[in-house]
């Protein structure tokens, strides 16, 4: 399977533990993003690599919120302190460079829940 | 910024009728996205609209675009019960460099047969 993984699929904390996920994109894509979704929303941008650039951050994406590429391929976030607002569906999409085909492919999710 | 609203939020129809998801966004978007989404997973790319008029169509579902209106709409033929999904509908504002997308609230469809 070629397509954007992620891991873990679920993951099920206490309030104030930290978790971190870790994002696999589609293998040459330069182009990665994490957005979260919560339950009957869309989704919403959180965060965007280029390399192992981070060019642009939401402002949802809190001080206890951090996100790394190191070699510009697999890609992690990490919540500390969780919170129950946290609880969501954090997705990862990656793309290829160039073009002004912009699509951008989805992973299968992490789901996070924090009691 | 970009708002994007879809409407209607739910929609249950007959198997073999036709009808139209609406998507209006607030302020100028370069490029209109559609996916799917079945429960519980992720989100399936269907069609990529990159200009004024622009029309797509893939099976029983036609996607357009009017830039001017701000609109675009998802049709669908003949419905039949695999296509029952949420399906949102995602702008990009066309600032330099900007890769974010900002999404609808999505339109969960229910195909009845």
């Known amino acids: 399977d070629t397509g954007v993984s992620q891991n873990p699929r679920h993951k099920i904390t206490k309030r104030g533990q930290n978790v971190t996920f870790r994002c696999d994109p589609i293998?040459?894509?330069?182009?990665l993003y994490w957005y979260r979704q919560t339950l009957g929303q869309g989704p919403e941008f959180l965060t965007y690599?280029?390399?192992?650039?981070?060019?642009?951050k939401s402002r949802l994406l809190s001080d206890r919120f951090s996100a790394e590429r190191p070699k510009g391929s697999f890609s992690t976030l990490e919540i500390q302190r969780t919170e129950q607002g946290d609880s969501a569906m954090y997705l990862c999409?990656?793309?290829?460079?160039?073009?002004?085909?912009?699509?951008?492919?989805f992973g299968p999710g992490t789901r996070l829940t924090v009691l | 910024e970009l708002k994007v609203e879809q409407n209607p939020l739910f929609l249950s129809m007959q198997e073999g009728k036709n009808y139209t998801i609406y998507c209006n966004y607030s302020?100028?978007?370069?490029?209109l996205y559609w996916y799917r989404q079945d429960p519980g997973k992720s989100l399936e790319s269907l069609f990529v609209?990159?200009?004024?008029?622009a029309v797509k169509q893939e099976g029983r579902l036609m996607a357009s675009l009017d830039t001017k209106a701000r609109l675009s709409t998802l049709h669908i033929t003949a419905a039949v019960h695999d296509l029952s999904a949420t399906y949102f509908c995602?702008?990009?504002?066309?600032?330099?460099?900007?890769?974010?997308?900002?999404f609808g609230t999505g339109t969960r469809l229910t195909i009845i047969p």
């Open positions: 999409a990656s793309r290829p460079a160039g073009g002004g085909y912009n699509e951008q492919f």
């Open positions: 995602a702008g990009r504002a066309p600032n330099f460099g900007n890769e974010k997308l900002t």
């Open positions: 690599f280029q390399n192992e650039a981070q060019l642009e």
């Open positions: 293998s040459e894509h330069n182009r």
């Open positions: 302020t100028t978007s370069d490029r």
């Open positions: 609209l990159l200009s004024n008029g």
